[in-house]
């Protein structure tokens, strides 16, 4: 790399959205020396099989690369199809197999994205690391801690799915976004005249074809179901499943339980009997969970309990609870579907105080 003279090197992952496009003609336009990166997470038998509305493909990668001479950046993609694999993948594989929900976007954010990523930055000797992501990202001189905080656009808003950023992460990572609505970002873009100013968003899983991840399962990880019954609360058989890590908690479609006076809805999955518990709606809910691993953001640890606004799920609407020090949450009122494998993140205000994944 040419020796900088004044200018902030930044490393701009580029996912050939328009998000990120607009995150990087932004920096440039700050001043900043703007280097655009894409990675490449898929091995070559599957960007064979790519959909057109996936993230990542190959098609995404020509419009990174497109958006960058736009801009006039140097751009790089980077093979991090082994990381991906092993990190996002095979985890996504092994979480349903004990009967957890797995959630493959954080994991990509704190192992990929924010992981791997960051060591790129530094061997090309780059101060920071942006994305397109809706967030904010404060420093706290009183608590001498980087905080991580809502978007503008609130329905665009990406703070759940970071939660897990830590502290050496947060102190190289700029949101550009953070500060925008999405129809600005739009409206920019389209000013500026790139190319990706009117692309469509992705809404599915990357590498899950058709979002179909019990056929992804089945093809790529040799999953061999086995049939099982479905019980009720009280024990009663119900009728048979095909596979227990092909249903989630709080499913309803697929059961083929028709005839009951109210819908059935999965409750809980015993991956070692191989049986589901099915019941009606009301039963989902309940006001306790329990949480491993959690990653405090803008607080270094707890030792009482917290009042927090939890979320469950990325649109779950954010409830109040009480956090204890050894991982139980309560919540004042009930929640419905609380699942297994995936993260519950705290706020306070439009403040992440943390968050970790719900056993």
Known sequence: MVLRKNKKRVIVAMSGGVDSSVAAALLVKKGYEVIGISMKLWKSDFCGRQKQKSCCSTQDLADARFVAGQLGIPFYALDLSVEFKKEVMDYFSAEYTKARTPNPCIICNNKIKFGALIKKASQLDADLLATGHYAKIKYNKKSKRFALSVAKDKTKDQSYVLFGLTQNQLKRVIFPLGGYSKLQIRQMSKKMGLKTSEKKESQEICFVWDNDYREFLKSNYN????????????????????????????????????????????????????????????????????????????IEKTTRPIKVKAKIRYNHKAADAVVYPNGKVVFAKPQSAITPGQAVVFYKGDEVLGGGWIR
């Open 223 to 298: 999953i061999k179901p086995k049939t099982g019954m479905i019980l009720d609360e009280c024990g009663n058989i119900l009728g048979k499943h095909c596979g227990f890590m092909f249903y989630t908690i709080g499913q309803r479609r697929g059961l083929g339980l028709g005839g009951n006076k109210k819908p059935m809805h999965v409750l809980k999955i015993d991956p070692i009997k191989n049986v589901l518990i099915a019941g009606p709606k009301e039963s989902l809910e309940k006001n306790i969970l329990f949480v491993n691993n959690i990653n405090w953001v803008s």
